[in-house]
T-cell receptor
């Protein structure tokens, strides 16, 4: 079956670096996306990886290893506003639908 | 540009009643998607419109759910009759192209069936 595994909760300190992992098991793979969601808000697109390697966008980076069915989101110089839930999502075929992980709640302490 | 708008933001209905959720996508976005998150679980795909046509409705749970997008603009999702297990947050998203470079989501409608 289809499944994406990510930690349910991660705690980090303001100014630090945190990595949120995602492993996936899907019948196909087109790419991996990451979304951020603040409580009660809309999921917001952060990044996507279709090929192996690291993609950097400001303080956020995303990595993909297709051979390991694994990716991660790296957040640097953490700020209190980064406290949110982070979701990984896979597009497994030519259909547009995404398969989602259950989300990782990131808690940032001063 | 205005974002994706959903309403109501919250709805509490009794089991057996009917509820209609509405989504206004970003103007010009041909692709519109409905997703649902049941409490504590993964966000699940419901269906995908391209303009007014249903491109993929493989995620619709059963025939109590009816989605429409008349005229290819806003979309409605009707649940009739509602059951307790329908409770959750219903998200709408839109994209101009295939969405792989990111969908724009609305803030969702939190549906509670009691």
């Amino acid at each position: 079956g289809q499944s994406l595994e990510q930690p349910s909760e991660v705690t980090a300190v303001e100014g630090a670096i945190v990595q949120i992992n995602c492993t996936y098991q899907t019948s196909g793979f087109y790419g991996l996306s990451w979304y951020q969601q603040h409580d009660g808000g809309a999921p917001t697109f952060l990044s996507y990886n279709a090929l192996d390697g690291l993609e950097e966008t400001g303080r956020f980076s995303s990595f993909l290893s297709r051979s390991d069915s694994y990716g991660y989101l790296l957040l640097q110089e953490l700020q209190m506003k980064d406290s949110a839930s982070y979701f990984c999502a896979v597009r497994e075929d030519s259909n547009y639908q995404l398969i989602w992980g259950a989300g990782t709640k990131l808690i940032i302490k001063p | 540009e205005a974002g994706v708008t959903q309403f109501p933001s919250h709805s509490v209905i009794e089991k057996g009643q009917t509820v209609t959720l509405r989504c206004d996508p970003i103007s010009g976005h041909d692709n519109l998607y409905w997703y649902r998150r049941v409490m504590g679980k993964e966000i699940k795909f419901l269906l995908h419109f391209v303009k007014e046509s249903k491109q993929d409705e493989s995620g619709m749970p059963n025939n109590r759910f009816l989605a429409e997008r008349t005229g290819g603009t806003y979309s409605t999702l009707k649940v009739q009759p509602a059951e307790l297990e329908d409770s959750g947050v219903y998200f709408c998203a839109s994209s101009q192209g295939d969405g792989w470079y990111g969908y724009t989501f609305g803030s969702g409608t939190r549906l509670t069936v009691v």
